[in-house]
């Protein structure tokens, strides 16, 4: 399902290359500065900087709304905004509040009362619906919050086009100190780990860089055990932060590669590499600040 956020999100990256005059600039950057109240609200940590980043840039966002339409009112949710910043400090990150978790568990009741089509006593029967339905995720909670995979195959390490890197960095791993070409592996084609999906070209931040987040492009799995998989990675090189996108530019190395464990990711959520129809190269789009 998309939503607005989405939406607003890959906006950039969808009709960012038709704003080029003045006029369209002016308005443009009334979005951006949305993005960017954005990507500080819904990030998952916070420091006192971070936080006046946030009221600066909300201000600011308020400022130009009503320079480029005098005629209109901000809305109520224009001065909730104001009040992000004093419920950060008092409760944490917004995450962890807004209602949009509610929504999501509120629309499970409304499809199946449309499902069962009978008003005769709903609440019980939502309620039996609900009980079974929550039976089933206790007894796989273990899925949850653990790995779960697709399906396993053995493969050869020769089997890997970069089987000489692979080989140099499984070795740091006690299981695989002596690994060579004919030491077979397991491998599989996805990944779910506390709930996040990882695929093949799946993008992951996964360290700091000294200036730019460190982004790598899933190439394939290699599990080490029922708890522990290895993710081989494409090193991605963010050349620069383009804002008129608010997005990443970044180049896909050829031939670096780096096995990280999925448990040792910067952060869990999985991105995708990204192309405007007219612009050149491929652009990150993150959810938050990193």
Partial sequence: MITASH???????????????????????????LLECMS?????????????????CIIEHHHLFKELFPD??????????CHYPH???QTGPLVSLWTMRFEGKHNYFVQIANHIRNIRNICYSLAMRH??????????????????????????LSEFSESFDIIECLRLYSEHVDCNMETQVFTTR?????????????????EIGSVFPKFGVISDFILLDEERCLLLLKEVVVEYFYRHLFAYKVIVTKGCFKLVDVKDLFIHESMELQQNCKLDGLYVISRYLL
């Fill in 7 to 33: 939406l607003i999100r890959f906006l950039p990256m969808l009709v960012g290359d038709m704003v080029a005059t003045d006029e369209q600039l002016k308005y443009w950057d009334l979005i951006l500065k």
């Fill in 40 to 56: 500080l609200i819904f990030c998952r940590k916070f420091s006192e900087s971070t936080i006046q980043k946030l009221h600066l």
């Fill in 72 to 81: 209109h009112r901000l809305l109520p949710k224009h001065h909730l905004m």
């Fill in 87 to 89: 419920i950060i400090r």
């Fill in 131 to 156: 009980q079974q339905y929550s039976s089933h995720m206790f007894k796989n909670i273990e899925f949850i919050d653990g790995l779960k995979t697709d399906k396993i195959d053995s493969v050869t």
């Fill in 190 to 206: 996805q990944i779910w780990y506390r709930g996040y999906n990882y695929k093949c070209n799946y993008v992951v931040y996964y």
